[in-house]
Structure formats: C-alpha cells, structure tokens
C-alpha cells in the first residue's frame, strides 16, 4: 500500500495527526541540565511499539505493516498516553534502509516516519526511547568483526542524531538491542569475554558518535547495554560504564522465564498462576542489578518486560504487582515489550489493539501503571512527605510444627517504620532459643537474643512490607513470646 510521506526538514511544520499542523518546535521541547537518575523519577511506566518499525524483510517502507500491525497513528499514541504511560519505547531497525559502506546513507522516507512517530509521542509530552532494533545481521559484538560492525553503527547513530539534534531532554538513544551473536552456545546467557568485551567497545562508539553531532546531543541522556541486554551476573561481568554523566543502563528481564513466556523444551517450566514461589527470581535480579550497578551509582531501565496471553490474567496482575513494585523500590523504570498480539498462543505480549485502540488486557496495563509510581516533577528534587511509623508486632513466630525437643516455625518482619529499609537488621528477644535459621542471616546471638540481618537477595522492605524466613527452634512454650524488638 502506497505511504504518505513527510519530506520536508527540520525547522518547518510536521503533520501529527488529524490533519493538525503543530510546528516542530512545539514537540521538541527543551534541553535541561538534568541527570539520568531525575530524568528517571519523572518517567513513570513504559509501553513498547513493537513489531512496528523494527519489522524488517521488504526493504522498504511496507516493513512497518509487514509482520501485521497497521500503521502506527497518533491515535495510539494517545491512547497509550491516555491510559497513563508517559514513557514509550520505539523500536527502529535501520540495516535494510541504508546505503552501502563506507557511508551507509539512511533512506530519508524511512528517517522522515521514524521521525513522525517520534513526533507523535513527543506531542504528547513523553519520554521517548528512540533504538536500533534487530540488527543482528551486522551487528556482531566480537572481536574478528568488531570493525566493521563499529563503523555502521557510528554511521546511523551519526545521521540520527543529526536528525533530532534539536530535540529536548524527553528525547533519549538507546545505542544497541540484545547485541549478540545469534545461534552462540552463550547467546542468551551473558556472552564470553570476547564479545562483552566487544560490546564495550560499541557502546563507547555509540556515545562518541552522538556527542560529537552537538547541539543538544552534548547533554541527552544515553542508554547503552550489557551483552544481549542481560541482568545475570555473567552478563554484567566486565560491563564498562563510560565516564559519561548522562548515562543509563537497559536490561531486558522477562522473568521467570517459565511465567513469562511458553518455555520452548522444557514445558514442565510452565506456569500459568503466580503463587508468589517465584518473587525469589524477581528479588534475585534486581538485587543483581543493584549489586552491579544501582550501588555504584549508575540508573538501570529495564527497557523490556511482560508476560504472555494465557487466559491468566488476573494471575499478571500479581505478577506485575511483585516485578514492578520491587524495580520501583529501586528506582527501576519498567517498559512493556507489546508486539500487538493477543492470542493465547505464541508470544502474546499485547495489551493496546492497535486496530481499535481499545486495552484487551486492561487490568494488567492498570497495574503496570498503578506500581510504577506517581512521577517526580522538577526531576526529583521534591522529597515525598514521610509516612507515620505504625505500631505493632514487627516481629511475629509461627509455629509450623511442634515436638518434644524442639519445632519448626516461620518468622515474619514487618517494617513498621514509616520507611523503605536499603538493607535490614531486626533484633528480638525470644522465649525459645533458635538452633538454626534459613533465608536470613544470624548477625549476633547472646543468650535467646537475635539480630537477624536481610539475605542478599531481599536487601530491600518497603513501609508496611513484610518478609519472612523459617528456623528451627528449641524445647518450649507452644505459644512463642516476642519481646525487645528493634528493626532499621
């Protein structure tokens, strides 16, 4: 089907939907002195326009439409908008609307749309994820081809940013998607050594290609990648973070994988309900995450998330509500891959019909929303007023099952705080001596007094959060007393 195209330049007046001319000034917006970590308290959840502009296989501009979605529209935009995302990624694959080396032209109809669409949403007054998607073909992260994969993306990620130079802080690059190579045994595990070194050396490209355009692209906020966007300790192992202030770092994490998707191989992984067994994935890699690089000072995104259609809707929802809850205690910001397809079978990741712009899973959308949190104006720099410390038990015994010589129980810690703990320690005095513990740390003992300290993996409680771990006790009253207790 033949495409209306823009051609005309930047400086003059863009068409952006029902035939309203707004200028391009309008949507730009400004270039603030803001950092990556306050650019990421004003986002709040995120949508992902997949399967669209990264199609790839006509060598044309019919590749948005060519795997099956429409056009995009300012209509969905707004409709993603509307429902309360104010963050939207925009997958782009550019291998097949170039020229050839050394120059590697981008087709200006191509550039044109991808720069409508951006358009659309930066109209709207989101944040905008603008990448380089599916480029696998040349972008091989190793060293035998290193150079030539590093001279075409500095080519396209020079012309793209030329291209929106003049674009506010609203408007962020993410330099690579999953950069791997495809069919090696460790494709999906964090690479080796030789292609993560590699991928160090294409972010660092990516960033000096930018940098160099100027404009406003001397202070737009970056998002480079570890090896095929992994959050597992060995795909952050030797990740390099270049001395670069506007920085952030994507992660791709759709887990457990078992949940999230229809494990191909190992069917006996599938889960179509979330009981809760599987937050200790979650709590895993966000630990991981904080860990490698949060503690250390650097803003993750994870720029990819969700879970299949399985008629389990309700059971999302849950899910969603321990995922993205405990990326916000971090300051993770979470967007939804949504590839527009919502059948019970395949990778059903859809939430928005882009045919009717009606929500077919509007509850998990609402959820996506409701845990992400409320955006920080003014880019953090309102402190949230603190919540009145609650009083109660903090620390309750459960007893699981009792004997002669001892029993097995569960204790639970409640922050009662008023605040979310980084980190936790509880001391408690107990009327039966506690002979081992699991899922905790013993820090201290005298007599049957403990101080319990978090496990690694669950570092952080929220206000009102409560965690719990099991222990085995010794001889005893059947009904535990608790007394002396402390948490901070």
């Not at 690579?176 to 991928?199: H, Q, T």
């Not at 001892?406 to 009327?431: M, P, Q, S």
Request: overall charge neutral.
């Amino acid at each position: 089907m033949k495409k209306k195209l823009l051609s005309i330049f930047m400086g003059l007046c863009l068409l952006v939907g029902g035939g309203t001319a707004v200028s391009a000034a309008d949507v730009r917006g400004t270039m603030r002195d803001i950092t990556p970590a306050a650019i990421a308290k004003e986002m709040t959840a995120g949508w992902n326009l997949g399967n669209s502009l990264d199609a790839y296989g006509t060598y044309s501009l019919n590749n948005e439409t060519y795997w099956g979605n429409p056009k995009t529209t300012k209509a969905m935009i707004d409709a993603v908008k509307n429902e309360g995302f104010n963050t939207i990624r925009i997958p782009v694959s550019w291998g097949e609307h170039v020229g050839s080396a050394p120059n590697y032209t981008i087709d200006t109809a191509w550039m044109n749309r991808v720069q409508e669409v951006v358009d659309y949403a930066m109209a709207d007054g989101m944040y905008v994820l603008l990448d380089t998607h599916h480029e696998t073909s040349w972008l091989k992260p190793q060293s035998a081809t290193l150079d030539a994969s590093q001279k075409q993306l500095v080519a396209i990620w020079t012309q793209i940013a030329e291209r929106f130079k003049a674009y506010g802080d609203h408007l962020l690059f993410e330099g690579m998607n999953e950069p791997r190579i495809v069919g090696s045994s460790n494709e999906w595990s964090g690479g080796d050594a030789d292609g993560r070194a590699a991928v160090n050396v294409l972010n660092q490209a990516f960033i000096d290609a930018v940098r160099k355009t100027g404009g406003n692209n001397a202070k737009r906020c970056l998002i480079i990648c570890p090896y095929g966007n992994n959050g597992d300790p060995n795909g952050l192992s030797g990740i390099k973070i270049p001395s670069d202030k506007n920085i952030m770092v994507a992660i791709h994490a759709y887990t457990p994988y078992g949940f999230t998707f229809r494990p191909e191989g190992n069917p006996s992984w599938a889960r179509t309900t979330w009981d809760g067994s599987g937050k200790s994935d979650i709590e895993y890699l966000m630990n991981n995450l904080n860990t490698s690089l949060i503690s250390k000072g650097v803003t993750v995104i994870i720029t990819e998330f969700g879970a299949v259609h399985k008629n389990n809707e309700s059971e999302v929802v849950k899910w969603v509500k321990d995922y993205v809850s405990l990326a916000t205690q971090y300051g993770i910001k979470c967007v939804w891959w949504d590839n527009n397809y919502h059948k019970n079978d395949g990778e059903s990741f859809g939430l928005l019909d882009r045919n009717s712009c009606s929500w077919t899973r509007k509850s998990v959308a609402d959820a996506v929303i409701k845990y992400a949190g409320s955006a920080v104006p003014g880019g953090g720099t309102e402190t949230p007023t603190p919540t009145t410390p609650q009083t109660g038990d903090m620390v309750k015994v459960q007893i699981i099952s009792d004997w002669t010589s001892g029993a097995t129980a569960n204790i639970t810690v409640t922050n009662l705080t008023g605040k979310a703990l980084n980190g936790w320690t509880c001391t408690f005095t107990l009327d039966r001596s506690i002979t081992s513990l699991w899922s905790a740390t013993l820090v201290n003992q005298v007599g049957n007094t403990y101080t319990i300290s978090n496990p690694d993996w669950q570092p952080h409680l929220a206000a009102g959060e409560s965690y719990t771990f099991g222990c085995n006790l010794g001889s005893g009253p059947a009904q535990v007393t608790v007394t002396g207790q402390t948490l901070k």
